[in-house]
């Protein structure tokens, strides 16, 4: 029981009612109270929330790139299959720069990943375009990989001649789509999105050998590798518009991730100055061992930068 403790009265002292006055404040500070009272709470007097001083609205935080991922799936073309890499005229995955086994080519998934025998998967197909790269995301999607990797695109800039090229609003949607359907399944997956390699650079080291220009007049990558030797304006012309093929395949590919924060554009395959010892000596054109540990390399470096 709570012990009230009363007034002390002297003996014979008659006792008085103490009166309560109510105070009045005046309306201003009422209102200055009240004021005060929202600042400190964040919400208004019909209980909706402030976002503060400032007035700003603050919302998710953004993504964070992780440089760990736990898993990866590698879509793509014949580059991430390992065609002409082992033997001639086969796919050759265990050195793919994605996914391989292989130590000499030490592939992303065995420098990321911790089981990448188990935790990583190829769904890379030979002759593969742009427009084939929805029903390899389908796959993908199934896996829930942390991270995806895609390089393609070259395939459709080699065709038997340029008019057959894939016309450069066409791919940009076909990519678009596809990342539109693959942020739908995995809001959280990373992408790490290669650059089509430099054809006219391919033209002009794989051209130094004379097996391999024998090779190519069976029909490979007419639109840039045809007529090797045929240095007139008309074969200049023609490689340089495979060429503008391939910087808006780029630009497509770069605008379409950068507006992804979980996705990161590596131009660096283009960029890189590769020689005949990175090319597969059955075709002077894929990419060999060497090729494909090079671009394991460019990889690894962009995936494990800090920040954006």
């Not at 709570?2 to 006055?21: D, E, K, Y």
């Not at 391989?100 to 990583?120: I, K, Y």
Request: charged share 25%.
């Amino acid at each position: 029981m709570t012990q009230i403790n009363r007034p002390f009265r002297p003996l014979g002292r008659p006792f008085r009612a103490r009166r309560h006055r109510f105070r009045r404040y005046p309306s201003r500070t009422v209102a200055a109270a009240s004021a005060l009272l929202i600042a400190l709470t964040g919400c208004s007097s019909d209980g909706t929330a402030h976002s503060g001083a400032s007035g700003k609205r603050h919302g998710p935080p953004a993504p964070v790139w992780r440089t760990d991922p736990g898993s990866i799936a590698a879509l793509g073309d014949s580059i991430t299959a390992g065609f002409d890499a082992c033997t001639v005229l086969a796919d050759c995955p265990r050195v793919s720069w994605a996914t391989g086994t292989d130590p000499t080519v030490d592939s992303l998934a065995r420098r990321l990943v911790e089981q990448p025998t188990t935790h990583s998967w190829n769904f890379a197909r030979t002759g593969a375009l742009m427009s084939d790269l929805p029903e390899q995301v389908a796959s993908a999607t199934r896996r829930k990989p942390e991270l995806v990797t895609v390089l393609i695109g070259a395939n459709d800039a080699c065709r038997n001649d340029v008019a057959a090229m894939t016309p450069e609003a066409s791919f940009r949607e076909d990519f678009a789509r596809s990342m539109r359907q693959l942020r739908r399944a995995l809001p959280h997956t990373q992408v790490y999105v290669a650059a089509v390699p430099d054809l006219l650079r391919l033209w002009s080291e794989g051209r130094k050998n004379p097996l391999g220009k024998q090779v190519w007049k069976l029909g490979l990558c007419g639109s840039m590798l045809r007529d090797p030797d045929d240095l007139t304006k008309p074969a200049q012309d023609r490689r340089a518009s495979v060429q503008d093929r391939v910087r808006a395949y780029n630009s497509a590919l770069a605008e379409v991730c950068g507006k992804d924060p979980l996705c990161r554009f590596d131009r660096s395959v283009f960029d890189y100055r590769f020689t005949g010892r990175q090319l597969s000596t059955w075709d002077w054109f894929h990419p060999g061992a060497r090729g494909q540990k090079e671009l394991a390399e460019l990889a690894f470096k962009v995936v494990t930068r800090a920040g954006r």
